[in-house]
């Protein structure tokens, strides 16, 4: 049926619990899929167009797929993920009939949300593309969207860090017309998805989430899990030098080790800063 094997059953390892920062951000999406997604016939009653397309606008590593399974989860709705270039390189002269078979999956799955990750692959701009299949891929996409008109209970979510190149046609009533930002994280951000990311870590006294939360000034979600994950090493390396050493009874990381992992870790901004330059 060109939809091949992705999974429809909502992810169980994923929760609303487990995202930190973001608190207005997913009560806001919330509150735009509840309705559309799990009681449709409310909104046909009112005579309102339920929302179809909602795009999740922020850098890499800021939570928007871990926000959209634990949606799915939240909600207990089913759930189909796709990453942009993956269908493009690896379906290539098929992705058209490929997106077109992931829609008829979430239509028979409803209700179903499903998740595009990097859609600026799948819809430039089509004034500023070359290539014809890539104008026929956003053609595609436009119309299946436009599809959903008669179809209930399936809620597009989109990811981009570069809402820019999206082809403007997307962003019309009925397709794209809802957006959520999500930002860097701001101190108290960092500091609640601290606490998140060291729920199971054996942390010492001299540990303060808040001055390392103080210090990480432009880390993301994904960057202070890539710290939480080297202050474990650091802590590791630190009570067992060598595989033959006696393992202790207690292991803990204490504050050394996270600020040793933050001078390894560099904020994903400040990454993309230097690949522009
Ligand atoms: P990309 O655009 O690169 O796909 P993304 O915005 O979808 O990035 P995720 O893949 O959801 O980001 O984040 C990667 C990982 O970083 C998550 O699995 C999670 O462990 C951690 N993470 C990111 N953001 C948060 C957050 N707000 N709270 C808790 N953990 C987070």
Same mark, same amino acid.
């Given at each position: !049926?060109?939809? %091949?094997?992705?999974?429809?059953?909502?992810?169980?390892?994923?929760?609303?619990?487990?995202?930190?920062?973001?608190?207005?951000?997913?009560?806001? +999406?919330?509150?735009?899929?509840?309705?559309?997604?799990?009681?449709?016939?409310?909104?046909?009653? +009112?005579?309102?167009?339920?929302?179809?397309?909602?795009?999740?606008?922020?850098?890499?590593?800021? %939570?928007?797929?871990?926000?959209?399974?634990?949606?799915?989860?939240?909600?207990?709705?089913?759930?189909?993920?796709?990453?942009?270039?993956?269908?493009?390189?690896?379906?290539?002269?098929?992705?058209?009939?490929?997106?077109?078979?992931?829609?008829?999956?979430?239509?028979?799955?409803?209700?179903?949300?499903?998740?595009?990750?990097?859609?600026?692959?799948?819809?430039?701009?089509?004034? /500023?593309?070359? %290539?014809?299949?890539?104008?026929? +891929?956003?053609?595609?996409?436009?119309?299946?969207? !436009?599809? $959903?008109?008669?179809?209930? %209970?399936?809620?597009?979510?989109?990811?981009?860090?570069?809402?820019?190149?999206?082809?403007?046609?997307?962003?019309?009533?009925?397709?794209?017309?809802?957006?959520?930002?999500?930002?860097?994280?701001?101190?108290?951000?960092? /500091?609640?998805?601290?606490?998140?990311?060291?729920?199971?870590?054996?942390?010492? !006294? *001299?540990? *303060?989430?808040?001055?390392?939360?103080?210090?990480?000034?432009? $880390?993301?979600?994904?960057?202070?899990?890539?710290?939480?994950?080297?202050?474990?090493?650091?802590?590791?390396?630190?009570?067992?030098?060598?595989?033959?050493?006696?393992?202790?009874?207690?292991?803990?990381?204490?504050?050394? !080790? $996270?600020?040793?992992?933050?001078?390894?870790? /560099?904020?994903?901004?400040?990454?993309?800063?230097?690949?522009?330059?």
């Amino acid at each position: !049926d060109g939809g %091949g094997s992705e999974e429809v059953t909502p992810p169980d390892d994923a929760s609303l619990k487990d995202i930190g920062g973001l608190g207005e951000v997913l009560k806001e +999406l919330k509150e735009l899929i509840a309705i559309p997604l799990k009681r449709p016939d409310l909104l046909a009653k +009112l005579g309102l167009e339920p929302t179809r397309g909602v795009l999740l606008v922020g850098p890499p590593g800021t %939570g928007k797929t871990l926000t959209a399974r634990a949606l799915a989860e939240e909600l207990g709705v089913n759930y189909i993920a796709l990453v942009g270039p993956e269908v493009i390189s690896k379906y290539y002269g098929e992705a058209e009939q490929r997106l077109r078979g992931i829609f008829d999956k979430a239509a028979k799955n409803a209700p179903c949300i499903v998740f595009i990750d990097e859609i600026d692959s799948l819809a430039p701009d089509r004034s /500023k593309v070359e %290539g014809e299949v890539e104008k026929r +891929l956003v053609a595609q996409l436009l119309s299946l969207m !436009d599809g $959903f008109a008669q179809t209930k %209970g399936v809620i597009v979510l989109a990811a981009t860090n570069r809402p820019d190149h999206l082809d403007p046609a997307l962003r019309r009533p009925g397709r794209f017309d809802r957006e959520v930002q999500f930002r860097v994280p701001d101190r108290n951000g960092r /500091k609640e998805i601290l606490q998140i990311l060291t729920r199971s870590m054996p942390l010492d !006294d *001299s540990v *303060s989430l808040d001055a390392i939360a103080d210090s990480a000034v432009g $880390f993301v979600g994904s960057d202070l899990k890539a710290v939480c994950q080297k202050a474990a090493y650091s802590a590791l390396r630190r009570q067992v030098p060598s595989l033959e050493s006696i393992i202790p009874d207690t292991m803990t990381v204490n504050q050394s !080790d $996270f600020l040793q992992a933050l001078k390894e870790v /560099k904020p994903a901004v400040l990454r993309s800063v230097e690949v522009e330059s």
